[in-house]
Structures are given as structure tokens and as C-alpha cells.
């Protein structure tokens, strides 16, 4: 049996990130991904990709190599140390690091002709306000730290790199209960796709188009998205490894035994067996994808070759420690 003689009986689309809806389930959803994306991940992955300033071509020279030294010291330090607790004054060493100043902004911000941030004076109790909101929360670790992102982003507690700090704030509270994948990790970039989404929402809230649940809800939605199509490919993996299973393949071969499955047309030996076994209900996964639009296949191909990569980075480290 060929591969394109299967291909007109085989419909495929992508998962779609759920509704806008409760908090809780989109929560869920998180936690789900999560699970099975970390599987493999035993310690937070590293920075890797573009920042938004970079997206947006408005980075500044060192921008960069700062604010990477900057996310790989403190997601390090917020997973290997057992007194580690976000307070203002770590706040303000995050973004010394990240972006530059360790102090609170002395001075009135304006944005636009509408919008002015919280007075200079208020600014360290609305901080220490906010973080010990984060702090007594009993939502779901995504809530909290999605709700502490839009806390500091208004009070703007800083005269510059508020975004920035903001998100590598995010991020930490993410790394500090658990979670591994930059998929997940990296507010960043959660929008990288849409980079301008991100500013709209925050715009819709700020001006009080949107109320706060409905914004964090924006933001998981983002969170979910950009780690869904890494979920679907682990899940497929699964499946055709139990297929795999079935067929009483060498677990040793298995991988091979996919690949080829995968990217070759004319299958022989243990794929073309997988083929007739499981080819109806897991197509090959290069006659998937040719029912997908460009953006779609770009989108599969950076979650799954970012989460391949997160994963070779760990068994590499792994290696080199024994």
C-alpha cells in the first residue's frame, strides 16, 4: 500500500485553542498541554528565539544578550533555590538585570493623551500590593501569574522596560511551580505570531474596553496556542507508539520506524506495517500537512522543532553530568 492511496480518505485539522470561558477550564487546558509537553523536561528550558522588541525591529544594541543572561540566571535561580520568594526587591534586581535601573521610577508616566500610570509615590505599595495578591491566590498557577503580569504592567513601576520585566516576572512564577517548556514558559513570546494582539488587548484593557477576566482569559488563550500543536504531536507520537506495540516492533527501532513512517513515500519493513495497521485513523505525517495553510505548518514546525530542541538541550546536559 502507498502513501497517496490513503490520502483521499484522511481529513486532518489542527486543534483550535478553546473559547474565551471560564478561567479555571482554560487553566485546565494549560495544565493538560503541560503534562505531556514537560514529559520529557526535568529541569526549566533556556531562552531561546526572538524577543518582541527584536519582532518588532526596535532593539537596541546589547538589548538582547542582556535580557538572555538576564531570563537564564533568574529561571535558574527561582527552580534551585528553596528560600526563593518574589519580593520588590527582587523585582527591582530582575530588572537591573534585564533591563537596567534597580530602582522604582521617581517620576509621572503618560501614555497617549489619555492614559496616566499610578503616581511615582504609590508605586512601591501598589507593588508590594500586587505581589502579595499573587502570593495568597489560590487560582491556578496560569491565572496568578498571568494576573501578577498585568499588575506590574499597570503600575508601571519603572521609567522603562516595564513590558519586559513584566513578562520575565510571569515566566518565573510559571518556572517556580513546575513548568519546563519555553512553549510555556516564555510570555515573551506567547504572541510571537501575532505580536500585535498582544499590544490591542492590553490596550482594550487599559482603556476599560475589557474587564481583568476577560484579559487574563486573552492572555491564556495566547499561552495555549503557542504549545497546542506541540501537544498534538506528542499525543500522535503516543498513539503511533502503541501501534508500534501492537505490531510487537523492537522498542529500539521505534523512532526510526516513525520517521520513516513519516517522511518517506514509498514505505517498506516495519512502516509499511504500521501503514496497513494504522494508516486510516494516523496518516503519515507529511500528507497531514499538506491540508494545512502556511502559517499553520510554520506554527507545527516551531512548537515541535522548539520542544525537539529543549528536549536534545536536556539530554545533553544529562550526558556531560555523568
Same mark, same amino acid.
Given at each position: 500500500?502507498?502513501?497517496?492511496? *490513503? ?16 478561567? !479555571? ?9 503541560? =503534562? ?9 528550558? /533556556?531562552?531561546? +528565539? ?56 521617581? #517620576?509621572?508616566?503618560?501614555? +497617549? ?9 504609590? #508605586?512601591? !505599595? ?7 495578591? !499573587? ?32 513578562? $520575565? ?12 517548556? &519555553? ?15 498582544? *499590544? ?8 476599560? %474596553? ?5 484579559? #487574563?482569559?486573552?492572555? $491564556?488563550?495566547?499561552?495555549? &496556542?503557542? &504549545? ?8 500522535? %507520537? ?10 510487537? *516492533? ?21 512502516? !509499511? ?5 494504522? +494508516? ?6 507529511? *500528507? ?28 545533553? =546536559?544529562?550526558? /556531560?553530568?555523568?
Amino acid at each position: 500500500m502507498r502513501t497517496d492511496q *490513503i490520502m483521499g480518505s484522511s481529513s486532518f485539522t489542527l486543534p483550535s485553542p478553546p473559547a474565551m470561558g471560564d478561567l !479555571a477550564e482554560l487553566a485546565s487546558s494549560i495544565e493538560r498541554q503541560r =503534562h505531556i509537553i514537560d514529559a520529557r523536561l526535568h529541569r526549566p528550558a /533556556l531562552w531561546r +528565539g526572538l524577543m518582541r522588541r527584536e519582532v518588532h525591529g526596535y532593539d537596541q544594541s546589547g538589548e538582547r544578550s542582556r535580557y538572555v543572561q538576564a531570563y537564564n540566571h533568574f529561571v535558574s535561580e527561582a527552580v534551585s533555590s528553596p528560600q526563593w520568594k518574589l519580593d520588590a526587591a527582587l523585582l527591582c534586581a530582575i530588572h537591573d538585570a534585564a533591563v537596567g535601573g534597580a530602582e522604582f521610577r521617581n #517620576v509621572g508616566l503618560l501614555v +497617549g493623551a489619555h492614559h496616566r500610570f499610578p503616581a511615582a509615590d504609590d #508605586v512601591p !505599595a501598589l507593588v508590594d500590593a500586587a505581589l502579595a495578591r !499573587a502570593s495568597a491566590s489560590h487560582e491556578p498557577t496560569p491565572v496568578v501569574a498571568t494576573r501578577l503580569h498585568l499588575d506590574l504592567l499597570t503600575i508601571h513601576p519603572f521609567r522603562d522596560g516595564n513590558g519586559r520585566t513584566s513578562r $520575565l516576572v510571569a515566566t518565573l512564577w510559571l518556572v517556580r511551580a513546575g513548568f519546563r517548556s &519555553s512553549l510555556l514558559t516564555t510570555v515573551e513570546q506567547h504572541f510571537h505570531p501575532h505580536p500585535r494582539a498582544y *499590544i490591542e488587548i492590553l490596550d482594550q484593557y487599559r482603556y476599560g %474596553e475589557i474587564k481583568e477576566d476577560c484579559c #487574563v482569559a486573552y492572555l $491564556l488563550q495566547a499561552m495555549i &496556542s503557542n &504549545s497546542m500543536y506541540a501537544t498534538w504531536f506528542r499525543e500522535r %507520537e503516543e498513539r503511533l507508539y502503541r501501534a508500534c506495540a501492537h505490531l510487537s *516492533i523492537p522498542t529500539t527501532l521505534w523512532d526510526d520506524t516513525l520517521t520513516s513512517y513519516d517522511t518517506e513515500t514509498a514505505l517498506s519493513g516495519w512502516a !509499511a506495517s504500521l501503514l496497513r495497521t494504522i +494508516g486510516d485513523e494516523e496518516p503519515p505525517l507529511h *500528507i497531514l500537512t499538506q491540508s494545512l495553510t502556511m502559517p499553520q505548518r510554520t506554527e507545527l514546525a516551531f512548537q515541535v522543532e522548539r520542544l525537539l530542541d529543549e528536549e536534545q538541550e536536556e539530554a545533553t =546536559h544529562n550526558a /556531560l553530568r555523568m
